[in-house]
């Protein structure tokens, strides 16, 4: 009999919706239940390609006697943290307050008020590692309840209190300068891994943001040291087995300080901030390897993840059947040498085995390895290699597939219309501009409301209930931003400026100028979420704040300028002490710091070959935070590009920051000069 996730659109909610556990989706209702019972409620809060979510579900939760103690003693509710991030956000800073850290699953015990009072997140179905059992958890979690009463809501209380107290050390409205940007640099350098490339330890995640900033403050400032940290760091990626060898596209992170044993789910928000990266790394070094790896993630993401809608499904499960019918994590990925043998006869096997890496003990486990590139391109004849490659991803599309999440999520869809946008016009490639433009076509018919208001997800062409938060507006607008400047359709700018007009109002504290999770108007939890420092994503704070400067020089609008200033008080404040956990922030700053420049190019028609030529070379430039406007004389699809006329008839480019204009240029090598950074 399924429980009350049947009626759910979240993949992950469908998942538990034939679990003996008698579900509720996070809902007044459920609280009310709680209430009228006079027993606490169990959180339960994961995603659909989390890989211990998974175990746990299958010890616990499908489990008929753990399912008849939680239904007589309980209200069971569970969320998934991909719809709804500020009930995610909430509670896991409660968690991480009590415990000192963090993860998915996450288990909460609250009270019907929703106030957390116990804490934790896997918990095993028997003890083990000086862990309780679920069933001892619940137990303990019951008498407590039951003989404590007082004393748990006392203790929720303060926990509510305590969290209500933990403000943000905002840092001003001071904007972030030299000295900051310096030492944010000298704590990356201090936490580089110089042999293995990326920072600190195991696990270790690719560092996105951070790599962005270092791109960005060698283009403005010439530090070689920036460069080289983001050029190894990206070969180190690239070559490992986080990186999917055979069919492109990035693992979530690398559970080994080398890169080399990943957990192997892939996620959209990964693959779409690191094929960015990747495709200003080409920008900047012409690296053959970064434009592989550029185009090949984005290939992987078109392939892979597109809905039937046009938008862009979540994630690929880490797990997948084995071939014996048990879903194991990275069976669809790893090989054993009697498996390359089988697909290739011996001798291209042990080709296969050198250049792969691939060895008799493994570099996984019971015996099996994860495809590397431990030695440097060149050793092998290419042909060769690219056959043996083809061969073994066509057998590999023959093993089960890993799952797929077809949730859209407005956020994670804007970074990859960024990322496809950008790297279909650095490598003319306008199959991938278009991919770009019809996720972005999906957003607008089906999470805008008539008031361009977001709603965080949709599934099968059917818009979610959840209402965006700050990260889906700022992400959004910045892939809108994007395909303005790809496209020459101001319209992309237009919407932007819509989704923006809604951080300033509802997102925005018009006090201090800092952003908030949650829209003023959103429901009330526990606590409205405020985090500036970004996780696996940009935070929304500095993505808004990206955003915002990239409008403001579009447009010369000074309130979205002053908005964007003032968001940046808290890089100020935290780049020194965390650069690793404020990249974007960090890479925004520099885009502040350079100006940013805008440039408008003008010519005859979009299709001119001169046009094109000058609107190509503005993309390509790296100065931080360029933006792009293109256009005809006059035209009024952007503010850029008005009094801006040809110079003798032909295509002309017009670069201007801080409110002061170069000569306008006809020639691509002086506009690349001007923009070089």
Not at 27 to 35: G, L
Not at 173 to 197: F, K, W
Not at 361 to 379: I, N, R
Request: charged residues 25%; proline residues 6%; glycine residues 10%.
């Amino acid at each position: 009999m399924p429980n009350r996730l049947a009626h759910e659109t979240s993949p992950y909610l469908l998942q538990h919706a034939d679990n003996p556990v008698d579900w509720w989706p996070w809902s007044p209702e459920a609280f009310e239940e709680a209430r009228e019972r006079n027993v606490p409620v169990l959180l339960s809060v994961g995603y659909s390609s989390c890989h211990w979510c998974h175990v746990m579900a299958h010890e616990s939760f499908e489990d008929r006697a753990t399912a008849d103690y939680l239904n007589a003693h309980f209200v069971s509710v569970k969320v998934d943290r991909e719809e709804r991030p500020d009930v995610d956000a909430v509670y896991m800073e409660a968690v991480q307050a009590a415990t000192g850290h963090g993860g998915w699953p996450m288990t909460v015990f609250l009270t019907p008020a929703a106030e957390p009072f116990y804490f934790g997140t896997y918990f095993p179905p028997e003890p083990r590692h000086g862990m309780p059992s679920f069933l001892q958890v619940l137990q303990g979690v019951r008498q407590a309840w039951e003989e404590r009463h007082d004393e748990v809501t006392e203790v929720a209380g303060k926990i509510v209190r305590d969290l209500s107290g933990r403000e943000i050390s905002y840092g001003g409205s001071e904007v972030p300068g030299e000295q900051e940007i310096a030492q944010a640099l000298l704590g990356l350098t201090r936490e580089y891994d110089a042999q293995r490339g990326g920072f600190g330890g195991a696990p270790k995640f690719p560092p996105s943001m951070v790599l962005e900033f270092l791109l960005r403050h060698h283009a403005r400032t010439g530090s070689e040291g920036a460069l080289q940290m983001a050029v190894d760091t990206c070969e180190r990626m690239a070559r490992g087995g986080i990186y999917d060898q055979l069919g492109g596209g990035f693992a979530r992170y690398s559970v080994d300080r080398d890169w080399t044993v990943p957990h192997f789910e892939k996620m959209l928000y990964d693959n779409a901030l690191l094929c960015r990266v990747y495709a200003h790394l080409w920008r900047a070094t012409g690296s053959e390897l970064a434009r592989r790896v550029a185009l090949e993630t984005a290939d992987f993401m078109v392939r892979e993840l597109r809905t039937a809608e046009g938008g862009f499904a979540s994630a690929l499960d880490a797990d997948s059947d084995d071939g014996t019918g048990r879903h194991v994590e990275g069976a669809y990925y790893v090989w054993t040498p009697q498996q390359l043998r089988e697909v290739l006869g011996e001798e291209d096997a042990e080709l296969a085995a050198r250049h792969f890496g691939v060895t008799e003990e493994g570099t996984f486990e019971h015996g099996q390895s994860v495809l590397q590139l431990p030695q440097h391109d060149g050793l092998a004849d290419a042909a060769k290699v690219e056959s043996v490659r083809a061969r073994l991803a066509e057998a590999r599309s023959r093993r089960p597939a890993p799952g797929r999440d077809d949730k859209v999520v407005a956020a994670w869809n804007g970074l990859a219309i960024a990322a496809l946008a950008e790297t279909g016009a650095y490598f003319d490639r306008p199959d991938l501009v278009e991919a770009a433009l019809a996720a972005a076509d999906l957003l607008v018919r089906l999470h805008f409301d008539d008031h361009a208001r977001l709603a965080r997800t949709s599934k099968d062409g059917h818009v979610g209930a959840n209402a965006g938060v700050l990260e889906d507006y700022a992400d959004v607008a910045e892939g809108f931003l994007a395909l303005a400047s790809v496209t020459g359709e101001g319209v992309w700018l237009d919407l932007a400026g819509l989704l923006l007009d809604h951080v300033l109002a509802r997102f925005t504290d018009p006090e201090s100028g800092s952003l908030y999770d949650t829209a003023a108007d959103a429901e009330r939890l526990i606590r409205r979420p405020q985090d500036p420092t970004d996780n696996a994503t940009p935070s929304g704070w500095s993505a808004a704040a990206g955003a915002l400067l990239a409008y403001a020089a579009h447009t010369g609008s000074a309130p979205h300028r002053a908005a964007a200033e003032k968001a940046l008080g808290v890089v100020k404040a935290l780049g020194p002490r965390v650069p690793r956990f404020v990249g974007w922030g960090l890479a925004v700053a520099e885009a502040l710091l350079d100006g940013p420049r805008e440039v408008a190019v003008v010519g005859p028609s979009l299709g001119h070959e001169g046009t094109r030529m000058l609107h190509r070379t503005a993309l390509l430039g790296t100065a931080p935070g360029t933006v792009v406007a293109v256009g005809i004389p006059e035209s009024d699809e952007f503010p850029l590009l008005a009094d801006r006329p040809l110079v003798h008839g032909e295509p002309a480019a017009y670069v201007c920051r801080n409110f002061t204009c170069d000569a306008p240029t006809t020639d691509p090598d002086r506009l690349r000069a001007a923009l070089g950074g």
